[in-house]
């Protein structure tokens, strides 16, 4: 079993920032990539922004040069520091990670966790 934990959600005033961090625990071997998903009241979730185990990085273009993702490998964490918050911000935040859960098995599983209310008032 893995467990990815939250942290770092809660409410802000626009223009304010906020650092999300998830941490994977349990049977892993290794993990691939790992991102941040997000999903607004009546809106499909999104995805946010991705991280690669070698430190590749891909954004939505609405959060582009305001977030940054950043992971730290040894502690199986990926964070996510949001600046210029806006309104349009406000959301349930999910972290994924593609984890490989054993040595004798090449294959990786999707895993999310329970997510992080993030509230931009204006």
């Known amino acids: 079993q893995v467990q990815l934990v939250e942290s770092g959600g809660g409410l802000v005033q626009a223009g304010g920032s906020l650092r999300l961090s998830c941490a994977a625990s349990?049977?892993?071997?290794?993990?691939?990539?790992m991102g941040w998903y997000r999903q607004a009241p009546g809106k499909q979730r999104e995805l946010v922004a991705a991280?690669?185990?070698?430190?590749?990085?891909d954004y939505a273009a609405s959060v582009k040069g305001r977030f940054t993702i950043s992971r730290d490998n040894a502690k199986n964490t990926v964070y996510l520091q949001m600046n210029s918050l806006k309104p349009e911000d406000t959301a349930v935040y999910y972290c994924?990670?593609?984890?490989?859960?054993?040595?004798?098995?090449?294959?990786?599983?999707?895993?999310w966790g329970q997510g992080t209310q993030v509230t931009v008032s204006s």
């Open positions: 994924n990670a593609d984890v490989r859960v054993t040595y004798y098995s090449i294959r990786y599983y999707g895993y």
């Open positions: 991280i690669t185990s070698g430190g590749s990085t």
């Open positions: 349990g049977s892993i071997f290794s993990i691939n990539a």
